[in-house]
């Protein structure tokens, strides 16, 4: 049991490495690149689905 904790916690830790990065991916906060916003998204989701199979 420990073993998956441990698990979902890297994936959760890796997941928020990522969105951070992607965060600063831009200079400018208002850009029109769709696809980078919607890949934001996207691991949010993930995140959030991670964070309510680790409670």
């Known amino acids: 049991?420990?073993?998956?904790?441990?698990?979902?916690?890297k994936n959760i830790n890796s997941i928020k490495s990522t969105i951070e990065r992607n965060k600063k991916y831009h200079k400018y906060p208002f850009t029109t690149n769709c696809d980078h916003y919607y890949s934001l998204i996207l691991l949010q989701n993930r995140l959030d689905n991670w964070d309510v199979f680790r409670k």
């Open 1 to 9: 049991m420990d073993e998956l904790l441990q698990l979902v916690e």
